[in-house]
């Protein structure tokens, strides 16, 4: 399928690595955020979500950190492997009465290494 | 369990002409969004639907219009197609209006 990750920032890292992937969110007033997974040819994939009132949270190989203070969030990949090479976003919501109106970033493209 | 279904899968239109997009959700789900991908961005939210309703609209122009029927199914309508239509159209549905997203593989619109 067509690449999802034309013109995107790019971070390559070894199999077996750890992956850190960083977002800048742009709405003071988001209080749920979302990462997303896009493989090639394929809709985003829910990985994991986070709101305002944590500064973490883990999942099965990932954690996502939420720094409010600088509206930084990052999404951390433990012992990447090759499936995980894919382009991420991450995504905000402003839960109270935004419904599922998403405002997604730009996008990091995942390349694992062998 | 069968996930977020869109169809057609891929779609070739002129400028000018009118599109349909169809979108089946999981069941059980009773909101669907729509979103555009263009190449090598996020995608950008369309619609929501939640309930047959109009829950919000993102900042397309009134020739994007969309509905939902009683079976929670929605279609995606674009009129006078320009070149810059041409993305990939998602379709997401989710349990309830606040309910996490879970995306099709979208509709890929060309427009010659």
């Known amino acids: 399928g067509e690449s999802v990750g034309l013109h995107l920032p790019t971070l390559s890292v070894q199999e077996g690595d750890n992956s850190i992937i960083n977002c800048a969110y742009s709405?003071?007033?988001?209080?749920?955020f979302i990462w997303y997974k896009q493989e090639s040819g394929k809709g985003p994939q829910f990985i994991i979500d986070i709101r305002s009132n944590m500064d973490k949270r883990q999942g099965q190989r990932v954690t996502v950190l939420l720094n409010k203070t600088v509206k930084h969030l990052s999404l951390q990949i433990a012992a990447t492997q090759p499936g995980d090479s894919a382009v991420y976003f991450c995504a905000e919501n402003i839960r109270g009465g935004g419904g599922n109106k998403l405002t997604f970033g730009t996008g990091t493209q995942l390349k694992v290494e062998l | 369990d069968a996930g977020v279904t869109q169809s057609p899968t891929h779609l070739i239109k002129t400028r000018g002409q009118q599109v349909t997009l169809r979108c089946s959700p999981i069941?059980?789900?009773?909101?669907v969004s729509w979103y555009q991908q263009v190449l090598g961005q996020g995608p950008q939210f369309i619609f929501q639907?939640?309930?047959?309703?109009?829950?919000g609209r993102g900042n397309f122009p009134d020739r994007f219009s969309a509905r939902q029927f009683p079976n929670y199914s929605s279609e995606l309508n674009v009129n006078a197609l320009l070149l810059g239509d041409s993305a990939l159209y998602l379709c997401?549905?989710?349990?309830?209006?606040?309910?996490?997203?879970?995306f099709g593989n979208g509709t890929r619109l060309t427009v010659t």
């Open positions: 709405n003071s007033a988001s209080d749920y």
């Open positions: 997401a549905s989710s349990l309830a209006y606040n309910s996490p997203l879970h």
């Open positions: 069941s059980g789900h009773k909101s």
């Open positions: 639907y939640y309930e047959k309703e109009e829950r």
